[in-house]
């Protein structure tokens, strides 16, 4: 805004009466100029900061927003936290249930706290079990949501296992990929297809998988999001479907929030989530955001090279008189 404003000025000072007289002016408001906008520029860059820290980025249109909160864990998270968190909540009497409670018809008591858990496998399906585990546990049941055609991972050798907790009271769910296709009713159904042949029945629920930052998150994605689901809301019994928590169900997310997959954090809301008796809050995770501690690092050798920018700029430090490297 303020560069655009100085910019008539040095064209009007380039004009023949004034060209000598101005051209001093001229390159003071043109050095002007571009200083102001490089502020622009980070303005901007602060004003996009400031979407990613102080703006919900859930996929889950309920969720609460994190970093204004303060912000108490960066990924990796302690597994360690999620247990405590499971701890705290049965010591105050909350009461865990699965979507298969939650779409079975019977009503909430309107005195009780209740919390829904779902885990999201975007990536890593083998570390689900460090939440099973603990779940199982504490009896503790929850939703496992997978994506099923193959793109971010293989789920055959995993499917053994989740059948095993399926069986045990977990609920397999679809982690749905449909909204950007083309046609994503014939999306839908191929992913419903496919996991029944995984698992031998269709999926209860899904949920909507939200891509990650740009070019793969369309500028509209909020917009292809919500009409994909107003027009799956009126079709759900002829796809399987018992429900969706992006359609129903769930009065409020808390969740290891993140920006387009690359990294997560928990805030406060973690530790102590708003609650309203007769609702359900759902806590939803990613488990490749989580790990045992303490962390012992694994570098595949693949990875111990350098981003080439960094590469390139030790390479040239080892130059430098005086440097040994």
Known sequence: MLSALVKPIIRFLKLGPFRRLGGRMVHFAARLSESLGVIEDARAGLEKVNVIFECDQSNEPQAACGPKEGIISISPHNIRIYELFLREQLSRGTVFI??????????????????????????????????????EAWNVRSD????????????????????????????????????????????????????????????????????????????????????????????????????????????????????????????????????????VLGVLTHPCHWTEWPIAWSVPPEMMTEHPVVDEFFRKARAWPGEDG
């Open 98 to 135: 699965t979507s298969k409670d939650l779409y079975g018809g019977q009503p909430l008591d309107p005195d009780t706290r209740y919390v829904l858990l779902r885990h999201d496998i975007d990536y890593a399906p083998e570390k689900i079990h460090q939440f099973t585990k603990l779940e």
């Open 144 to 279: 496992i949501h997978v994506i099923v055609d193959g793109s971010s991972y293989d789920l055959e050798p995993y499917v053994r296992l989740l059948i095993s907790l399926k069986e045990k009271g977990f609920v397999i769910g679809l982690h749905t990929l449909a909204p950007l296709a083309g046609d994503f009713f014939a999306a839908l159904r191929k992913e419903t297809e496919t996991f029944e042949g995984l698992f031998a029945c269709p999926p209860d629920v899904f949920s909507v998988h939200g891509p990650p930052g740009p070019p793969q998150r369309p500028e509209n994605w909020e917009d292809i999001r919500a009409h994909f689901l107003k027009k799956i809301a009126a079709r759900l019994p002829s796809f399987g479907f018992k429900g969706s928590h992006n359609i129903s169900g769930i009065e409020r997310w808390i969740e290891d929030a993140g920006r387009g997959g690359e990294f997560s954090y928990l805030p406060e809301s973690w530790l102590y989530p708003p609650f309203q008796a007769g609702k």
